[in-house]
C-alpha cells in the first residue's frame, strides 16, 4: 500500500509540468483559456479587463500545463476532507467539553490552557476545511468556464461602461470551443460619450458657496468632461474635507446631493449639486474651539488620589503624580482656543500626540453647546519600560544570517517626553572575502546608548518647541560601539552622534541633519593575505592602507527622503516614488588648524572628504497583477586636504551585489574598465573588492504575480564605479567623459520572490550581459549563453538571495 502510494505521488510530481490542465475533464466542461476584450476605444482596457469574474489560469509558455494548478493538484494529493472534517467535528465536541467543565473551575489554569489549544486548534481546521492545505491555498485550481459568471462580468461591463459616461453603450459576449478549451471574447459597443456641461451649486449659506467658488480649481466635477460617476463621489469626499476644515464641524457628505439632467441630443448633463440643509438647524454653523482639556488617566486604579491639575496655552492638564510636560504636549495639540474647528488639526494631533510612544492610545472628542466646543483629550500612559527581543534573518551580500537584538526603553526619562534607549545587536552573515578565500562567515556587534528628546536642542530651543511641533521634531544624542570580524580584518569603532530629524505632513518628506558624527576606528588584526594586498597597492601608488590605520573621523551630514503617493507599498495600484538625497562634509573641523597629511610614516590617520549621493525610485503598476520599478542611483565622494586622496573605507562607493548590479558578487563590479586579478577558478573568479569614489546605476525590472504567494521578476541592470582622478595601480578606473558610456556594465536575469506579506524572500537569477573589464569590441558576453552553457562561463551568471525587494 505504502509503495503504491509512493508510485501516485511520483506520477503528480512529474503532473507538475506534464499534466494538461484540461486533463480528466467531466463531458461538457471546459477549460477557460483567455478571455478577449474587443470594441474598446477611450474606455480603459485594463480597468474592464479587471471586471473579469473569471480569470484563466497561466500557463507555461508552449505547454498546456499551469504551475498553478500542478501545485494545487499536488496539494490535493494530500488533502482529505472526510478526514478534515472528521477532526473537526472532534476538536469541536471536546472543546465543548472543556468549556463545560470551566464554567465549574473558571480559575483552573489547565483547563483554561486546554480551551486556549482547542480554541487554536478548531481555528486551523476550519481554515484548512474551508481553504485546503498550504498547497492548495497557494497554487490555483483548473478555472472551468461558468456562463453564469460570463453573464454577471458582461453585466458589470455595462455597469462600468454607464458610470463612466457611455450611457448608450452595449456589451456581449461570445464563446469559442476547441477541444476541451473555451475562449471568452467580450465585445463592447461604446457610442458617443456624455459631457458634463453647466454646474450649478443650490445653497442660500454663503460662507459654504465662498468655499467651493475658492477651490473650484481642483473639483473632481469640471464642465466639458466626460462623466463619471466616480468623480461625483470623490467630489463629495472632498467637500466634507473642506468644510470639516473651515469650522463646519457636524457636516457630512449626506448633505450634498446631486441632480442630473441628460439632453440625449447633444449627449450633455446638466448637473445641480444641492447643499441640504440640517433638520436640526437653520444652516451649517462654523464651531470654535471653546475649551481645551488634556487629562492623563491613571495607569491603574493606585495613582487615583495623585492627582494634579495644570494650566498651559489655555489647556487645562490633569496629570497624575506630574510625570509630563505640559510645555512638550501643547506643542504637539495643533488647535488653539479659539480657532474655527479643522478636522485634519485634530487627526494631526493624534498622530504627532502617537509619534512621542509615551500613550497607549490618544482620544479626542468633543462636547458642543451651541456653535461652542469642548475639546477633551484623553490618554493613558504607555508602559515606562519596555524591553523587545528580536531574532531574525539578514543579509547584505552573499549569504544570510541569523541577528538577535535587544532594545531597552525608559519613556519619560527626563519627564519632558525623552526616551533613554540601549541596543545591543549580535549578527553573523555570510560575505565574500576581500581576498580570495571565497565566501566566509562575518561577525557583528553594536550596542548603543542614546537619548531621544521630542524637540529640537542645541542650538533650538525656546519657541522652537511651539514653532515646530507639528514637524515632529527630534533630536537624537548617541554613544555607540561597533565590532567587524571579517575574514580579511577585524575593525571595532566607537561612535559618538548628534542628529535632528524632521518630518512634514503626511510622511511625504523627511530630513535628518547630523550635526556631529564623531567615530574613533581601529584594525587591530588584518590577515596576512590582505596585508599583502594593501602592500602591493601601496607600491604601485594606491595607498588605501591608510584607510586601516587607527583614525578619527569626523562629519556632518544631511538626508532629505522625497516620498510620493506612499513608496514603498508594494500592494498599491497607485504609481509611487521617492527620492533620496544625501550630502555629507568630512573632516571640516580640520579646515580651522593645521594638522599634518597622511603619508608612508603616518601612524594615526586623518580624513577630509566631500560626498553626495542621489537614489530616485519609481513603481508603476500596469494592472493589478503586473508592475513596473525602476531605479537610479548616483553618488560621488572626494577627498581633498589631509586625506592625501584616500576615504575612510566606510566611505567608498562599491557596485555590484544583490541591490545593485546583480550579475557581479556583491562590491566586485568595476571600476571603468579595469580587468581586476582572476583567481584559479576561471574568468569571473573575481579575488578582490573594488573601492571607488562615484557610482552610477540603473535598475529596471517587470514584476508579475505568477500564483498565490509567489511573483517573478525580468530585470536589466545598467551601471559601474569608477575613481576620480589616475589610479596607477588599476588602469582604467578613473571616470572619463569620452569613455565613460562604454563602461557601462549591463546584467541580466530572472527573478523568483515569495511574498508572504510580512516577509518578501527573493531569488535573482543574473547574468553578465556587457563586461567592461573586457577590451573594446569584446565587451558583449551574452553570446556566451547557449543551450549547452546556459550559465555562460564559470561565475557569469550569479545567484543573488535577499530579503524584501531590491528596490
Known sequence: MKFSKYILFIGVLW??????????????????????????????????????????????PLTNSSLGVSIYRLGQFFYDSAKISNKLILTNSELQKAKDSLNGNPDERKLIKKRDKLQTKTQYLEKLSEYGNFLMRTGNPVTILDSTLTERTTIEIRNYLYNKGFLDSKASYEVAVKKKKAEVIYTIDEKEPYLLDSIYTRTDNE??????????????????????????????????ELFKNNGYFLFTKSFIDYNLYYDTTSKKIHVEQRILKPSFSEKHEVYRIDSITFKISPPSDTFIDEKEQRHYRNIDFTFYKDRFSAKLLSSRILFDEGQEYSRLNI??????????????????????????????????????????????????????????????????????????????????EGVASATDQGVYQSKELGASASVIFPRFLIPFYGESLRKFGRYNPNTRAQLGYNYTNRPEYTRSGLNALLAYTWVTRGNRQQFTVNAADINYIRTPKISNDFAQVLRDLENQGNNLIWSFLPSFISSISAQSIINFNNYGNYNSTNKASLLKLFVESGGTTLNFGRPPSNSETTDFARFQWLKLQADFRRYYPLDQKTTLAYRANFGIANPYGVSNGILPYEKY???????????????????????????????YDYAFEQPAEMILETMLEYRRNLVGYFDMAVFVDVGNAWVIGADNSRPGADFRFDRFYKELAVGTGLGLRMDFNFLVVRLDLATKAVDPSMPEGERWVLDNVSFNRLFGLKGQTVLNFGIGYPF
Open 207 to 240: 460662507g459654504i458657496i465662498s468655499l467651493i467658488e475658492k477651490t473650484k480649481p481642483v473639483s473632481f466635477i469640471k464642465k466639458d468632461d466626460r462623466y463619471d460617476q466616480s468623480n461625483f463621489t470623490r467630489e463629495r469626499d472632498r467637500l466634507e
Open 347 to 428: 487627526v494631526e494631533t493624534q498622530k504627532q500626540l502617537s509619534n512621542l510612544d509615551l500613550f497607549r492610545y490618544i482620544n479626542i472628542s468633543f462636547d458642543t453647546v451651541g456653535t461652542s466646543l469642548t475639546a477633551r483629550i484623553l490618554t493613558q500612559p504607555n508602559q515606562k519600560y519596555q524591553l523587545t527581543n528580536q531574532l531574525g534573518l539578514s543579509i547584505t551580500e552573499q549569504l544570510p544570517g541569523p541577528f538577535f537584538s535587544i532594545v531597552l526603553r525608559n519613556r519619560n526619562f527626563f519627564r519632558a517626553g525623552e526616551i533613554l534607549e540601549f541596543n545591543t545587536r549580535i549578527g553573523y
Open 653 to 683: 562607493f562599491f557596485a555590484g551585489g544583490g541591490t545593485s548590479i546583480r550579475a557581479w558578487q556583491a562590491r566586485r563590479l568595476g571600476p571603468g574598465s579595469y580587468t581586476p586579478p582572476v583567481g584559479d577558478r576561471g574568468r
Open 15 to 60: 503532473g507538475m509540468f506534464a499534466c494538461s490542465v484540461s486533463k480528466n475533464l467531466p463531458e461538457g466542461k471546459f477549460v477557460l483559456r483567455s478571455n478577449k476584450l474587443k470594441g474598446v476605444k477611450n474606455a480603459s482596457q485594463a480597468e474592464i479587463q479587471g471586471l473579469f469574474i473569471q480569470e484563466p489560469n497561466t500557463t507555461i
